[in-house]
């Protein structure tokens, strides 16, 4: 058992324990004295924190070396990183611009040192510049993401369809270029071009949407069609050729595109200016009523008067206009022409009734309502003095993306007219959910109807689906008082041409009208009412009886 000792009690054990037997030895009684015993422990303290300090400073330098080499690793990612960024487009990883002619100026140089050798160099270099066609109206309809997405599964496509030596590239937006070294002849190039456009043909499944493009291709051949600085401007002017063409379709280089390259090049800086300097202008030609007789309203006709060319046609400068975003500024120019001119009218005791034409870039502007709305209300004109014509091909082509623009027109007023209609693919069905007042048949059937029986059918079939429709008809392009007696038996609503008169400015369509019109007409009566007629609908098309 265990008892608890009291100091008292545990001091004499203690110091029992503390004897030495008789004639025990000290052996250390000499060596560690106190003197020698402090130098000892000091000695001993500084080893072991000289040892401590040297581990200490190896370990720091182990710390820091690892230090360094993480803050090496992570520099050399971002230099890799923005090297990568600098070379490649960041949403597909395909070469960009820089790269692109990079590898094309270093594949020429060594072309032309094998030839400068003597050395056979028959094989072909070519560049192919791919344009998407109707790319932005996905962008409209689903949002940026589904464009981004359908860019993408392009590159994909593009990759797949190229050798594994060809150099793929986006040089920005739709437009993407491939390298092609090492070809036997310029067929070559056009038969990957052919590849390129079957490749397209296939829907794209674009988040939750199928989509359907095509492309433009231009090729240009190295060294047949210039040398590395000037062969991606000449594939890209043959793309523009194969745009203007039709479209979805592959065009070679030719010498004349280079000059019509340079020509739009000159002509695009011009326009550029040619509001500030008001060479822009607007002429107004007269719609006559089919019944009556009398002018009903006028078409607002864009006209451009070169310093040094002249009269530059709408078919010129309007694709100019669009290609390179101008036709933004030129439109908004000229709804704001057409209403102050409508307001001076209207101060004259002549209260008119203007159409003007829409661009497709225009109907995909969210604000385009909200602008023709205020302009409206500042020059204080009546909404349905205001007709905006679309082409029928552009209504059908893109009716998701611009229908927001047609309702938000609709709402606020303002009449709808579907321009050259006939020339495109519509169906009646389709053509149904627009908010459009009015159809105009294209010039082409107006001009053939003294002669064809073929085009006065079509007119014929048109007037009448049209009354269905609840729509007025327009014919355009009139020439002739056959073409208008005709037209007038048909039941044609309106028509203007040159029979009734050219398009003018507005100080001489004011004479016209004083002139040529009784006084009645300057009160533009309402329009007429349009003729009810059974309707059957087949297969979905809504037919007269």
């Known amino acids: 058992e265990i008892y608890p000792l009291s100091l008292h009690d545990a001091l004499p054990i203690c110091m029992a324990a503390a004897n030495f037997p008789t004639n025990t030895l000290c ?12 130098t000892l422990v000091i000695n001993l303290t500084l080893l072991l924190l000289s040892l401590t300090l040297s581990t200490s400073h190896l370990d720091v330098r182990r710390r820091l070396a ?3 080499q993480a803050a090496n690793d992570k520099l050399q990612s971002a230099n ?4 990568k960024r600098a070379l490649r487009d960041p949403l597909t990883g395909l070469p960009n611009r820089v790269l692109f002619e990079d590898r094309l100026a270093l594949i020429a140089a060594h072309k032309a040192r094998v030839q400068h050798g ?7 270099l070519a560049v192919l510049f791919v344009d998407l066609d109707a790319f932005k109206p996905v962008n409209d309809s689903y949002g940026h993401a589904a464009g981004d997405q359908l860019l993408v599964q392009v590159a994909s496509r593009l990759r797949r369809a190229a050798r594994g030596c060809d150099t793929v590239a986006r040089l920005g937006g739709d437009e993407f270029v491939l390298l092609l070294d090492d070809l036997s002849s310029a067929e070559d190039g056009e038969r990957l071009a052919q590849r390129i456009l079957q490749t397209l043909t296939t829907p794209f499944q674009v988040l939750g949407h199928e989509v359907q493009i095509s492309a433009s291709i231009g090729i240009a051949i190295y060294p047949d069609h210039g040398d590395a600085d000037t062969l991606l401007v000449h594939a890209d002017a043959a793309m523009y050729a194969a745009k203007h063409a039709g ?5 070679m280089f030719e010498p004349h595109m280079n000059a019509d390259a340079r020509e739009r090049l000159s002509l695009q800086n011009d326009l ?10 607007l002429h107004y030609q007269p719609k006559i009523d089919g019944i009556h007789g009398q002018m009903i309203g006028v078409e607002a006709l864009l006209r451009w008067r070169h310093p040094e060319r002249g009269f530059i046609s709408p078919a010129v400068f309007i694709p100019i206009a669009e290609r390179s975003g101008l036709i933004k500024s030129i439109g908004d120019w000229v709804i704001e022409e057409a209403y102050q001119q409508m307001h001076a009218w209207a101060r004259d005791g002549l209260r008119m009734s203007v159409a003007i034409n829409l661009s497709p870039l ?12 205020q302009t409206l209300a500042k020059n ?5 003095q205001l007709l905006c014509e679309i082409t029928e091909s552009v209504a059908m082509d893109d009716i998701q993306a611009t229908q927001q623009v047609f309702d938000g027109l609709e709402q606020i007023g303002v009449f709808l007219s579907i321009d050259d209609f006939g020339t495109g693919y519509s169906s009646l069905s389709f053509l149904r959910q627009l908010p459009a007042r009015q159809l105009k048949i294209d010039r082409g059937f107006v001009v053939d109807l003294e002669t064809n029986a073929d085009a006065r059918a079509v007119v014929d079939a048109v007037i009448h689906l049209a009354h269905a429709l609840d729509l007025r008809v327009v014919a355009e392009g009139v020439e002739t008082e056959g073409q208008y007696d005709i037209l007038r038996r048909l039941g044609c609503d309106e028509m203007q041409g040159y029979w009734f008169a050219p398009p003018m400015p507005a100080n001489q369509l004011l004479e016209w009208v004083m002139k040529h019109q009784p006084a009645s007409a300057t009160r533009l009566p309402p329009a007429e009412p349009c003729v009810r007629t059974p309707l059957y609908v087949i297969d979905g098309e809504v037919l007269p009886a």
Not at 27 to 38: M, Q
């Open 27 to 38: 052996l250390s009684a000499h060596s560690l004295a106190g003197e020698s015993l402090g």
């Open 66 to 68: 690892i230090s360094l």
């Open 80 to 83: 890799e990183e923005l090297q």
């Open 118 to 124: 003597g050395v056979a160099a028959d094989r072909k």
């Open 247 to 251: 479209k979805a379709g592959y065009s």
């Open 272 to 281: 550029r200016h040619a509001i500030t300097l008001s060479q822009l202008a």
């Open 362 to 373: 225009q109907l995909r502007e969210v604000e385009l309502v909200t602008r023709i709305d």
């Open 380 to 384: 204080h004109l009546d909404p349905s």
